[in-house]
């Protein structure tokens, strides 16, 4: 905006907004003849080098503006047609396309597509990797299986491996309360301030509703290994709200136990309005351990849940916050329970519960009838085939009228 303020060189601002460095110039503004930082300067110098070109097609920053080019001619649309390319050509150069670099455009951006699918398929798991996301059940929850109704094997999702995250069948969940009950072991939290997510229905917009339940890890403000609840919805003033409410407990690495959150967001009769959290946790290679519990107030009162929002076992509908570890059981239930309605406390009702065991003898057969692997995060947002063909078609827009924009 005018004035101000200054900006890395990465930012997409006029180079007046960025910020100049003496002794270590923005190398793409420097190889774009930017004065030095020590001396006046009454015009830029105009050369023409190959590294200018490297820049161009290598660099970070016109693949990142190419990226969001994209995402802007794209809009909601899951297609590019003739339609979208004239907008491209009259965002770029204030013209439409002529008939040639129509046809060039459309033929360049199917080929590219194509392409990408070819690679994505290779990608994708395959049965042969099915034994990295399956583990017996007498492997790390041994005696339990009919004590806590479980399955023959357990989930092993792992950050990086080609099952890393499960896409639940569609379920509707009240606005107002839900319960979300499971069988775990944590391997491992990150070095990091992400949060270990075991289910999630949010894609990490702190403006979008959403809720995610998890454990924090090392760097976390909230102390490591911390059962946590992240809630996005309006509070009793009606505007959109992100809160962490932490539970207090700290969760044992490497053990098997059993968690639950019974998690409530409604108007209530004081001007503050809320709900609350009650944290449910036994550590299960414990025979005498108790059922522990804490209920932490918050000020969400609804509007956690949006309709087109994935529910994600293991991470997010984002790139990052993922799970590593077993999951054994898991169940949500459409009301907050109270603690002699829990799976482990009693048998459990069916009625507005969806309970998912795992058997079979690979990663596709033991997952629930309507959930999917989804493609690791790293590549998901990446190598959308259609995605990543229009942002090369962008780039090449962007690049080849860089001297119009840069100069």
């Known amino acids: 905006r005018e004035g101000g303020p200054s900006l890395e060189g990465d ?4 180079s007046v907004y960025v910020k100049k460095l003496r002794n270590r110039p923005e190398k793409f503004l420097h190889s774009f003849d930017a004065p030095q930082g020590f001396d006046s300067a009454s015009e830029r110098l105009q050369t023409t080098t190959p590294i200018q070109s490297l820049l161009l ?9 190419a990226a969001s080019f994209a995402k ?11 339609e979208t390319i004239e907008r491209a050509f009259r965002i770029a150069y204030n013209r439409p ?15 590219q597509r194509q392409k990408l699918d070819e690679e994505l398929l290779e990608k994708l798991p395959s049965n042969e990797d099915s034994d990295s996301a399956l583990f017996s059940i007498n492997e790390g929850f041994a005696s339990l299986e009919e004590e806590l109704s479980l399955g023959d094997m357990a989930l092993h999702l792992a950050p990086g491996s080609p099952f890393e995250r499960l896409l639940l069948p569609g379920i509707e969940i009240p606005d107002e309360a839900f319960t979300v009950e499971a069988v775990i072991m944590l391997d491992s939290i990150h070095d990091n301030a992400s949060v270990n ?26 102390d490591p290994r911390n059962f946590i609840v992240q809630l996005v919805g309006r509070n009793a003033a009606g505007n959109m709200e992100y809160e962490v409410v932490p539970s207090g407990i700290h969760i044992p690495l490497g053990k098997p136990i059993y968690l639950a959150a019974a998690i409530t967001a409604n108007k209530q009769n004081d001007e503050r ?10 550590d299960l290679s414990d025979a005498y351990a108790p059922l522990e519990s804490r209920t932490v107030a918050h000020a969400i009162t609804d509007g956690i849940f949006l309709a087109d ?58 997952i629930p009838a309507g959930a999917a692997w989804m493609l690791p995060s790293k590549l998901e947002k990446s190598q959308d085939p259609l995605f990543s063909a229009v942002t090369d078609f962008c780039h090449a827009l962007i690049t080849s009228n860089a001297f119009f924009y840069l100069h």
Do not use: C
């Open 11 to 14: 930012a997409p601002v006029r």
């Open 57 to 65: 097609v290598n660099s970070p920053w016109p693949v990142q503006r």
């Open 72 to 82: 802007r001619v794209l809009g909601d649309s899951n297609e590019m047609n003739s």
């Open 97 to 111: 396309p002529s008939d040639k670099e129509l046809a060039l455009s459309m033929e360049f951006i199917q080929s």
């Open 197 to 222: 997510t075991l289910i999630s229905q949010w894609d990490g917009d702190h403006e979008r509703g959403g809720w995610s339940i998890g454990v924090t890890s090392t760097q976390s403000k909230y």
């Open 273 to 282: 309005g809320g709900g609350q959290v009650t944290f449910y946790f036994k």
């Open 309 to 366: 929002t994935k529910k994600i076992l293991g991470g997010r509908d984002a790139e990052g916050h993922l799970w590593n570890g077993q999951i054994a059981r898991l169940s949500i239930s459409e009301y907050s329970l109270t603690e002699s309605q829990l799976f482990i406390a009693s048998e459990s009702d069916s009625e507005g519960r969806w309970d998912w065991q795992f058997s079979g003898s690979s990663a596709h057969a033991a």
